[in-house]
Nanobody, 125 residues
Framework: QVQLVESGGGLVQAGGSLRLSCAASGRTFSSYTMGWFRQAPGKEREFVAAIRWSGGSTYYGDSVKGRFTIARDNAKNTVYLQMNSLKPEDTAVYYC??????????????????WGRGTQVTVSS
């Protein structure tokens, strides 16, 4: 059983920063892709960023490129999302997800096998 637990959300002013964490447990994640998605009220779940656990290749959604950085700590089985220059439109519930397998598929929620419960990020103007 894979468990993903997000933390680090909160309220921040526009232009500020937050770092989200996703603690993963239950399996060996060496062949996984880990992703971050977000969902605002009334909108579809949107791809934010992903990282290959093995090798560390990273991928980003267009709306966050240059502002967000995804990283992993193998020893802690934890994935991070560093969010800088936050904008009000970044307000959403942020979800961590894990995809089993070696193929490079990362930008759709349907590719992922496990999900965390989410953490709220609110950016005030």
């Amino acid at each position: 059983q894979v468990q993903l637990v997000e933390s680090g959300g909160g309220l921040v002013q526009a232009g500020g920063s937050l770092r989200l964490s996703c603690a993963a447990s239950g399996r060996t994640f060496s062949s996984y892709t880990m992703g971050w998605f977000r969902q605002a009220p009334g909108k579809e779940r949107e791809f934010v960023a992903a990282i290959r656990w093995s090798g560390g290749s990273t991928y980003y959604g267009d709306s966050v490129k240059g502002r967000f950085t995804i990283a992993r700590d193998n020893a802690k089985n934890t994935v991070y999302l560093q969010m800088n220059s936050l904008k009000p439109e970044d307000t959403a519930v942020y979800y961590c997800a894990a995809r089993i397998g070696s193929s490079i598929l990362y930008d759709s929620p349907t590719y992922y096998n496990y999900w965390g419960r989410g953490t709220q990020v609110t950016v005030s103007s």
